[in-house]
């Protein structure tokens, strides 16, 4: 149990600091997330603009 709040110490340290990794690591994921999404959606916009031409 000591040994897990050591570690948690440690993270809650770490999340408090100017150039935290944990936030770097969020940062990291959160932009990859946004360029997933942006061009997987483009190609997916202009699907749906073709689709709704043919109306």
Do not use: C, H
Not at 2 to 24: G, M, P, Y
Request: hydrophobic share 55%; aromatic share 18%.
């Amino acid at each position: 149990m000591s040994n897990l709040q050591l570690k948690l110490e440690a993270w809650i340290n770490d999340v408090n600091r100017e150039n935290s990794f944990t936030i770097q690591l969020i940062e990291k994921f959160l932009d990859g997330m946004f360029s997933f999404i942006k061009w997987a959606g483009i190609p997916f916009v202009v699907y749906l603009l073709f689709e709704i031409s043919k109306w």
